[in-house]
Nanobody, 117 residues
Framework: QLQASGGGLVQAGESLRLSCTAS????????IGWFRQAPGKEREGVSC????????YYADSVKGRFTISRDNAKNTVTLQMNNLRPEDTAVYYC????????????WGQGTQVTVSS
């Protein structure tokens, strides 16, 4: 299973670091994505990283502020979020997709990020 952690309440301009940790399986062969869902809105993709870490993607809304990275030795993917804005407020989820079996998908339980103005 995946465990997302690191959320909290911060003021605009501050930073948070989210972690996505796997238990029961290794992340070496999984692409990892971060998604978020704000109240009343659909879940949206924020960032993702390939299994090797060599390829990353960011939504335009977070580009230049968020950085995704992975440490396969620690079985963890990190989303560093800087210069947070009130519109970043949402529940953040991580998702793993097996690069050899695309139908093998795991979701973390979500962690709340609240940014006050």
């Amino acid at each position: 299973q995946l465990q997302a952690s690191g959320g909290g309440l911060v003021q605009a301009g501050e930073s948070l670091r989210l972690s996505c940790t796997a238990s029961g399986f290794t992340l070496d062969y999984y692409a990892i994505g971060w998604f978020r869902q704000a109240p009343g809105k659909e879940r949206e993709g924020v960032s993702c990283i390939s299994s090797s870490g060599g390829t990353t993607y960011y939504a335009d809304s977070v580009k230049g502020r968020f950085t995704i990275s992975r440490d396969n030795a620690k079985n963890t993917v990190t989303l560093q979020m800087n210069n947070l804005r009130p519109e970043d407020t949402a529940v953040y989820y991580c998702r793993s997709v097996n690069i050899y079996a695309g139908d093998e998908v795991h979701w973390g339980q979500g962690t709340q990020v609240t940014v006050s103005s």
